[in-house]
């Protein structure tokens, strides 16, 4: 497989008062395949959230290097940067964060007008609402879904805007198991219909074998790492 995100000995510390710095990450180098699902495992506290928000451009890593489709990302300005994550880059959040007055369509659709599409931007939330199931539901407001259904508008509006790599980042951790397994299950037919990357965090070994390629952290570091 090509590979979509690279990242070379990456480090992240956090200042402490009065004590040495936090290592959150410690020489992180991974690789995720173009087109795949990547999983990042670990407990809270591993760092997977924090290489997460380094990959999606969200944060900065104390030292080391990403590199998104050959490009370093983490020598871009701010503006750029900025750019990188609305154009393309789409993020899932465990708090699906939808607007309470706006339909489902409404919340997908209004993800492509912060993009600038050019294209009708109806009929192309519409299919992305179809890709996850909820074609059916596309009139109804947020609090008349099921978390499950909430989650998939999520997942639909952060594809939208066709990005290079959806970032999601404990999507199932509310969900019940079944629930959860049916989002994965989602982004897996995302990876093969679309072509879409996906890297994502979770705690729940179960949806383990579903990845593409599988990271554990522990500490701030790799301690298994598998491909498939």
């Not at 995720?32 to 506290?45: C, D, E, F, M, Q």
């Not at 992305?128 to 008349?144: D, F, I, K, N, T």
């Not at 639909?156 to 805007?161: C, N, S, T």
């Not at 989602?186 to 994502?200: D, P």
Request: charged share 25%; proline share 4%.
């Amino acid at each position: 497989m090509e590979t979509m995100i690279e990242t070379r000995e990456l480090c992240r510390a956090f200042p402490v008062q009065g004590g040495p710095p936090y290592q959150a990450l410690k020489d992180v180098s991974i690789r995720v395949p173009k087109g795949a699902l990547t999983i990042l495992k670990g407990r809270s506290g591993s760092g997977k959230t924090t290489l997460l928000n380094i990959l999606g451009a969200l944060d900065l890593p104390t030292s080391g290097s990403v590199l998104l489709d050959g490009r370093d990302i983490t020598a871009l300005n701010d503006q750029r940067r900025t750019l990188l994550r609305r154009m393309e880059i789409g993020f899932v959040f465990q708090s699906v964060a939808l607007i309470p007055m706006m339909t489902a369509l409404e919340n997908v659709e209004f993800a492509l007008r912060l993009t600038k599409y050019k294209g009708n931007r109806r009929e192309r939330a519409m299919e992305c609402l179809r890709l996850v199931g909820l074609s059916q539901r596309a009139q109804h407001m947020p609090q008349e879904l099921s978390g499950g259904e909430q989650q998939r508008v999520a997942v639909a509006r952060g594809i939208v805007h066709s990005p290079k790599v959806l970032f999601a980042d404990e999507p199932t951790g509310e969900l019940d198991t079944n629930t959860g397994l049916q989002v994965v299950k989602i982004f897996k037919e995302l990876t093969q219909r679309e072509g879409v990357t996906i890297v994502m965090t979770t705690h729940d070994t179960g949806l383990m074998e579903i990845g593409d390629a599988v990271y554990e952290l522990e500490d701030g570091e790799i301690v298994h790492a598998s491909e498939r």
